[in-house]
């Protein structure tokens, strides 16, 4: 006969419907086919319910109840296993479908720069709006990376917050940030609530520390070399005028030309 079923457990998204999930018991199946049937009911009166998935395939092991769950009434679930040779039946598991409730991901994440902070980014987000009339305190939690690394950095005291500030980031970077979400007390209840999925990946930069520093003007490499040609136009048409013959060409001369040019800047200044 089949092993028992174990490891069966439970969660509802939203509160609509109920998932379930175990595994084989012992050392998993043999070559005897064998048929997992979930089954349900309420604690304290009502029939007993079957699952109607099609337990074929990857799904063998798992079960979706799509609607009219009852609220604030304990369930009793049990799985059982049967083929040729005989059945075996999991342990009980009894749960309150308010006590399993997952949420769907935080929507509209959204990354932003913090001003000119080369170190910090901004994340907001939006409720799951399939909750909006449930009585609940979610608790939120934030993960991010580097474009460039698999390895995520979390940060669990977010709190209720529908904002957070990513703070002690590399400047230039590209940064990749999640959200998810745990219903915590939906409607009283005193479970922890299931954490949902993480959201889709939004993505910033953080500012650069090569940006320039308010009030400086640094050329880039093209106009320096414009301004180089364009003095040594000014420095050799000066030599034409101060110097005659070749052993004028020295460093002298050049400092020579460097202190009329800073006296003619500062005439022109002057007018």
């Known amino acids: ?11 509802s998204r939203n509160t609509k419907d109920l998932s379930c999930k175990w595994s084989p018991g012992g050392q998993g199946e043999t070559h005897i086919r064998t048929q997992y049937t979930l089954k349900y009911k309420l604690r304290w009166y009502g029939r007993e319910k079957e699952c109607e998935n099609d337990s074929t395939g990857k799904q063998r092991y798992s079960c979706y109840i799509p609607h009219n769950l009852a609220l604030f009434t304990p369930y009793e ?3 059982e296993a049967a083929n040729q040779l005989g059945s075996a039946t999991s342990d009980i598991t009894t ?6 409730v997952t949420t769907d991901p935080p929507a509209n994440v959204q990354v932003s720069r ?7 980014l901004t994340v907001r987000w939006a409720s799951t709006p399939e909750l909006k009339d449930i009585l609940f305190q979610a608790k939120y939690q934030i993960r991010y990376r580097l474009e460039e690394s698999s390895e995520w950095k979390v940060v669990d005291d977010v709190g209720n917050q529908m904002s957070c500030r990513l703070a002690g980031l ?3 970077a590209v940064y990749f940030v999640q ?3 745990n219903p915590v007390g939906i409607y009283g209840s005193r479970k922890a609530g299931i954490w949902s999925d993480w959201s889709h990946p939004a993505a910033a930069s953080t500012a650069s520390s090569e940006r320039l520093q308010s009030g400086s003007c640094d050329p880039k490499p ?3 070399n414009s301004t180089l040609r ?3 136009k000014q420095f050799f048409g000066w030599v034409r005028k101060h110097a005659y013959g070749c052993s004028g060409m020295s460093i002298k001369l050049y400092d020579q030309w460097r202190v009329w040019l800073q006296k003619s800047h500062k005439t022109r200044n002057q007018v």
């Open 179 to 181: 959200v998810r979400c």
């Open 77 to 79: 679930i049990w799985v």
């Open 222 to 224: 093209g106009e320096q």
């Open 170 to 172: 590399q400047p230039g």
């Open 95 to 100: 749960l309150d479908v308010l006590d399993v």
């Open 230 to 232: 364009r003095e040594l």
């Open 1 to 11: 006969p089949p092993e028992k079923p174990v490891n069966l457990t439970c969660w």
């Open 114 to 120: 913090v001003g000119d902070l080369e170190d910090q």
